[in-house]
């Protein structure tokens, strides 16, 4: 069974910048295309940005411009550089594949505010 470890989130002032780092215990960032997703408190958990495997990344229009996504396929890690933070960017962040097929981990709460 996959397990994916989120990390790097925090409290962050808005216009601050973030790096999340998800880890997976097996070779799968090769394989599938991965995405990062956020909760918000009483929302759905939203897809904000998708990597395919050759590259391709698409992004949620609300973190466009702001977020990145990268991957290590050596080091079973992907990641998402946020910059700009806004209090409405405030969620636990999650990583699976896109779709999502795994396990959800625990994901990384980041909170923007001031």
């Known amino acids: 069974q996959v397990q994916l470890v989120e990390s790097g989130g925090g409290l962050v002032q808005p216009g601050g910048s973030l790096r999340l780092s998800c880890a997976a215990t097996?070779?799968?960032?090769?394989?599938?295309?991965m995405g990062w997703y956020r909760q918000a408190p009483g929302k759905q958990r939203d897809l904000v940005a998708r990597?395919?495997?050759?590259?391709?990344?698409v992004y949620a229009d609300s973190v466009k411009g702001r977020f990145t996504i990268s991957r290590d396929n050596a080091k079973n890690t992907v990641y998402l550089q946020m910059n700009s933070l806004k209090p409405e960017d405030t969620a636990v962040y999650y990583c699976?594949?896109?779709?999502?097929?795994?396990?959800w981990g625990q994901g990384t709460q980041v909170t923007v505010s001031s």
């Open positions: 990597l395919s495997t050759v590259g391709g990344e």
């Open positions: 699976n594949t896109a779709p999502a097929w795994y396990m």
């Open positions: 097996s070779s799968i960032f090769s394989i599938y295309a």
